[in-house]
T-cell receptor, first 114, second 114 residues
Framework: AQSVSQHNHHVILSEAASLELGCNYS??????LFWYVQYPGQHLQLLLK??????LVKGIKGFEAEFIKSKFSFNLRKPSVQWSDTAEYFC????????????FGKGTTLSVSS | DAGVIQSPRHEVTEMGQEVTLRCKPI?????LFWYRQTMMRGLELLIY????????DSGMPEDRFSAKMPNASFSTLKIQPSEPRDSAVYFC????????????FGEGSWLTVV
């Protein structure tokens, strides 16, 4: 079964700082990878996803993530964060086969101060 | 598209009472998922259905929890009897086999058991 590990529980940054949130997964086969964001009091929204092809994927709001297969990693990055990026970020993995579900990491809370 | 619709949005109930959470997936989606979110455990997959049939219920914490999907447009998650430790946000999500495994979440049902 697949599992996801997010290294940082809480990250605190000032506006304009660069962001990198770590995510590693455990699964021997082909996977689909996702980052979801949850703004305070809201539901989860898809930031970006990787299925195949270019390992560097770009998502909404200036976020991007790089899939490094040899490291089983899918880190999320943003060159310059804004106060409005304050939220909880979830990395998720799904085995690339029918009948499997999305498994989430425990999330990283990002706090951005203005 | 109306998105995944959950009800109730908020519920406060007394320990021992039965709680029923409801979900209407996006029309045409053939997968439905129930997740639970708590501070301690993050997002946990409880159960998921494919074409109304439960595929994996290994995440259901105990016999007090049950889920049904009587038809393609409706699912329930029931807790009987409820306990304070069941307090959490319960998310329903749905996806379509041909949507590239992208899962769409409802806004969640915030349950407090006192």
């Amino acid at each position: 079964a697949q599992s996801v590990s997010q290294h940082n529980h809480h990250v605190i940054l000032s506006e304009a700082a660069s962001l990198e949130l770590g995510c590693n997964y455990s699964y021997g086969g082909t996977v689909n990878l996702f980052w979801y964001v949850q703004y305070p009091g809201q539901h989860l929204q898809l930031l970006l996803k990787y299925f195949s092809g270019d390992p560097l994927v770009k998502g909404i709001k200036g976020f991007e993530a790089e899939f490094i297969k040899s490291k089983f990693s899918f880190n999320l990055r943003k060159p310059s964060v804004q106060w409005s990026d304050t939220a909880e970020y979830f990395c998720a993995v799904m085995a690339n086969q029918a009948g499997t579900a999305l498994i989430f990491g425990k999330g990283t809370t990002l706090s951005v101060s203005s | 598209d109306a998105g995944v619709i959950q009800s109730p949005r908020h519920e406060v109930t007394e320990m021992g009472q039965e709680v029923t959470l409801r979900c209407k997936p996006i029309s045409g989606h053939d997968y439905l998922f129930w997740y639970r979110q708590t501070m301690m455990r993050g997002l946990e997959l409880l159960i998921y259905f494919n074409n109304n049939v439960p595929i994996d219920d290994s995440g259901m914490p105990e016999d007090r929890f049950s889920a049904k999907m009587p038809n393609a447009s409706f699912s329930t998650l029931k807790i009987q009897p409820s306990e304070p430790r069941d307090s959490a946000v319960y998310f329903c999500a749905s996806s379509w086999t041909n949507s590239g495994n992208t899962i769409y979440f409802g806004e969640g049902s915030w349950l407090t058991v006192v």
